[in-house]
């Protein structure tokens, strides 16, 4: 659906996900907007269906065009199915045809008086629209109606009333349209009602989850709603938000308060996150829990903001100075998203460093569906001191897992000097290398058992095949989708996806790529970051590994996946000059090469 | 403190010494202020286990290490941030911001603006030396233009800032001045900043002998002057007419109003958010996400 501002294409889009989400459809809903901060061009994609959805969807089978000039801007994140169904606006002042605007040959064409409608019946164009979409393809009309009614209920007397005469209206318009457009419609089995969130409100829930009770950051672009929900909600459960006056004061502040025994987090993006990078080396040496939860944006600098990209991978990873150690965790969709951040805490809280959960714009900003029972997780909490009387409390006191149990300021006896600088296991200030180098190793220690107990990772197609694709994030979508699909047309083709990126599972990798014959990274990264990393600890023969990446701005398409998987049963295969490939391709071409 | 299992009935100053010895210079005035700061914390009798004293980096940032309390001696810049952690995740313990002049007006000059408007409930002890110490001698915001140091050779170029102005024109609810080489007062001055409720911010003439010249306390000693007995704390301009001086020091409180704190604030953002309801469960806010209708 794409329209101008004040369209209501969006809320359209909402109340078509919501209404799905009653029925126990299963639902992904993304939004894109232009540049204007308020008004505008804005379009809104709602993938509904009784099966499982993995990702977006590349192409849309029916596309809603209130104003072409509006849809031309969209016309690289849009894209229609080949055979789509175009309902567009018969009275739009600038035609298609001026537009430039090319769809797909089949495509079915049906010009609609949307304008017209909306005026005779006083009713909103989305209302109208969505009373025709009901109609034709049989989408849940009461759902719908009780939509429109919860959100126009407390307008002015008559809004209602002609908001539901124009959905009656449309729906009626629509009846009286050639019925072979009807072959389209949805059929499912109604289900008990989903839970309708996006990737960054689960982040937020599961941070509640875990016992986040401080919660301190500085908007940025696409993190922002992690702060807001909290905002809105800490207070209520107890907790407390502060918006610092930078990403600086805001990691900080978790730290800070994690020092002083409360759960806490910060959300950010790329930039925030460099901005954090020095206090988390604090956080590494001083041993304090941290979560930050970083949605990925295009980069570097200010980028592309309100994009995807792959692209903080090794910022999250390696980004402080020193030796530091630190767990990233990357969710690959929006369920992923509450449980990677609860095991960020538990991590964090329990092992006493800092955890990132390294999300992205796709994950972090689109509404998806899922069952309430999955919202379950096991919670840990940090290691206290038994007792602290009699002997001297030590701080960083040598066990045999390199955790030791952390006093929090209130328990008598334990007070303790904490400190950036190297320290020996009181806690006082020790320059000495044979120090620097036992307290070092007992620091990293810890990452061990965190690999033995956290080895996520998902699996997808046969034990054995020709072909093993591996990514990670939000790549799984996409990946996923191609690859069971591959496997229906009887393609020998599996994908493994790390969820844990740091401390890495190595040994599951390993198993996999023995049970390949050849070996596709995927990744939306221009330089290859997650390629390279795994080459810092893996070998990964050259002659049968290939890279599929590129710049983001635009997700991975399953299409995409689907060409590389085809590619790669061809012998003709030939690593191409990257440099040149780029130029070559059209945005959302292959770019391929040899590791 | 570490072997005690029953609270003891008074603390002594001694009691929060702790057994590491300071690196500072001797003749330090960093000396002078943890002096008076143990005897400001046995005045007020604060439990060790209950206080946490927190710095940046720099020679005074070191002082956290010798209070036997809970201490954290954080990082460049950042000691305003962590404790607005602390206190706001812990309202009840005791927090105390200790630094220096550059680690709080230039590093960090951005947290303190906003930590004193915001009123952070948190004193905050400055240790103003004019210079960067623990680097060996380079210019800070708060050198006096003209002055040489290692990175002004030629003279310092630039203006330098007074931390009392810059407190009390960005929302500091309590600000004073003190002087290490005038221990009786500034103890007391600690004293009242430790009880203020609000963001209270006291600024302490601490000589560096090694950088700035062994002679410091000599010639600051006949400038120094109390504020007058009829000076008005309440009166902004008036506090002002005590800052950018040159030919005196005055010391005492500068500036003091009663103002609601980011803790007082918090809490009824708190109340309003729950108007009286009981607080929801997370499975409560889990099924807020369920279609509305």
Redesign the interface.
């Known amino acids: 659906m794409v329209g101008a501002g004040g369209d209501g294409v969006v809320t359209m889009g909402d109340m078509l996900a ?2 799905g ?2 029925e126990g459809l299963n639902v992904i809903k993304t939004e894109a907007y232009g540049p204007q901060i308020r008004g505008g061009e804005s379009s809104c994609v709602v993938r509904l269906s009784a099966d499982p959805v993995n990702a977006q969807g590349d192409r849309v089978d029916i596309l809603v065009v209130f104003s072409w000039a509006d849809f031309a801007r969209f016309r690289g994140e849009v894209l229609p199915a080949p055979d789509a169904l175009v309902l567009y606006e018969e009275s739009d002042p600038t035609p298609r045809e001026a537009t430039g605007v090319v769809v797909g040959e089949e495509a079915v064409w049906v010009p609609l008086p949307f304008n017209r409608l909306a005026k005779a019946t006083s009713a909103g164009k989305n209302i109208v629209t969505l009373g025709i979409l009901s109609e034709l393809f049989a989408l849940p009309a009461a ?1 719908l109606r ?2 429109i ?2 959100k126009l209920g407390k307008k002015k007397t008559g809004v209602l009333e002609a908001n539901l005469n124009g959905f009656a209206a449309g729906a009626e318009l629509a009846g009286t349209l050639d019925p072979a457009l009807a072959g389209r419609r949805l059929s499912y089995e109604k289900g008990e ?5 996006s990737g960054n ?1 689960a982040c937020a ?1 599961g941070a ?2 875990a016992g986040c ?2 919660f ?1 950051g500085y908007p940025i672009t696409p993190s922002t709603e992690v702060l807001q929900f909290l905002a ?2 800490m ?4 907790g ?1 938000v ?1 918006q ?3 990403e ?15 759960k ?1 987090a910060t959300s950010t993006s790329g930039p925030g996150l460099s901005l954090m990078s ?2 988390l ?2 956080a590494s040496m ?1 041993e304090i829990p941290a979560v930050v939860i970083n949605v990925q944006r295009g980069g570097p600098s200010t980028g592309l903001p309100t994009k995807s990209e792959q692209s903080d991978l090794w910022q999250a990873l390696w980004g402080t100075h020193g030796d530091a150690p630190r767990v990233v965790i990357a969710p690959t969709d929006v369920e992923d998203c509450f449980h990677a951040t609860v095991d960020a805490f538990n991590i964090s809280e329990e092992y006493q460093l800092p955890v990132l959960v390294l999300s992205d714009q796709s994950i972090g900003q689109r509404r998806e569906t ?1 069952i ?1 029972s999955a ?1 379950e997780h096991e919670v840990i909490e940090r290691r206290l001191p038994a007792d ?6 030590a701080r960083f006191a040598e066990t045999p897992d390199g955790v030791s149990p952390m006093a929090v ?13 190297e320290h020996d296991e009181q806690g ?2 020790a320059s000495s290398h044979l120090t620097h180098e036992r307290m070092s190793e007992k620091r990293y220690r810890k990452l061990r058992p965190i690999r033995d107990r956290y080895h996520r990772v998902r699996r997808y197609g046969p034990e054995r095949a020709r072909l093993g694709i591996v990514c990670w994030g939000s790549s799984k979508g996409p990946v996923k989708e191609a690859v069971l699909r591959a496997n229906e047309h009887g393609e020998s083709v599996a994908a493994f996806v790390p969820l844990m990126m740091y401390p890495f599972p190595k040994h599951q990798l390993q198993a996999f790529l023995k049970s390949v014959d050849e070996v596709l990274i995927v990744e939306l990264s221009y330089s290859a970051q997650f390629a390279k990393y795994l080459r810092t600890f893996m070998d990964l023969p050259q002659e049968k590994t290939s890279i599929y990446k590129r710049s983001g701005g635009k997700n991975l398409t399953v299409e995409e996946i689907e060409g590389q998987i085809l590619a790669s049963t061809s012998a003709e295969r030939v690593a191409g000059d990257l440099a040149e490939a780029i130029s070559a391709a059209p945005l959302g071409a292959a770019i391929e090469g040899r590791v | ?5 029953e ?1 003891p009935t008074a603390f002594k100053p001694a009691d929060y010494k ?1 057994d ?1 010895k300071p690196v500072w210079c001797p003749g330090c005035g960093d000396f002078g202020v943890l002096a008076c700061l143990h005897r400001a914390m046995a005045e007020l009798q604060l439990e ?5 004293v ?1 710095s940046g ?1 720099g020679c005074s940032s070191r002082l ?2 010798y209070v ?8 460049h ?2 000691a ?11 309202p ?2 005791n927090v105390i911001a200790v630094g220096g002049d550059g680690d709080g007006f230039a590093i960090g000059g ?2 303190f ?2 930590a004193a408007r915001r009123n952070l409930d948190v004193c905050y002890l400055v240790m103003d030396n004019e210079i960067y110490g623990l680097t060996k001698g380079q210019a800070a915001p708060t050198t006096p233009t003209q002055d040489k140091t290692k990175t002004t050779p030629w003279g310092n170029p630039e203006p330098s800032v007074d931390p009392c102005e810059l407190a009390i024109s960005v929302g500091a609810t309590w600000v004073a001045r003190g002087f290490s080489g005038d221990p009786k007062a500034l103890a007391a001055l600690m004293v009242q900043a430790i009880q203020h409720r609000g963001f209270a911010f006291l600024n302490i003439i601490s000589p560096c002998v090694t950088w700035r010249g062994d002679d410091q306390f000599k010639i600051l000693k006949p400038k120094v002057r109390t504020v007058p007995a009829d000076h008005d704390h309440t009166d902004r301009a008036a506090a002002l007419t005590y800052t950018r001086e040159t030919e005196v020091l005055t010391t005492g409180v500068l500036y003091e109003i009663a103002q609601p704190s980011l803790l007082d604030r ?1 809490r009824t ?2 109340e309003i ?2 108007k009286g309801r009981p ?4 499975k409560d ?3 807020t ?5």
């Open positions: 919501q209404a989400a009653r759902a009780s939509a009614q919860h009602p989903k839970l309708l969130m409100e829930v509640l989850h009770r401080f301190a809105d909600w207070p209520k459960v107890g407390r502060i610092t006056e930078d600086l004061s805001a990691i900080g502040a978790v730290v800070g308060a994690s020092y002083a025994g409360v806490s020095e206090t080396g604090l001083a899922i309430a919202l602290l009387a009699g002997t001297p409390y300021p209130g328990m008598v006896g334990g007070e303790y000097q904490t400190n950036g600088l006082r200030p | 403190m570490s072997a005690l299992t609270a702790t590491l060790p286990w209950n206080t946490v927190i980096i956290p290490g036997d309390t809970y201490g954290f001696n954080g990082i810049g950042r305003l941030p962590l404790a607005t952690g602390v206190k706001v995740a812990r009840e313990l951005n947290h603006m906003h918090l953002v708190e958010a729950l607080r929801p469960t997370v806010v889990i099924s996400f369920y279609p509305a209708f």
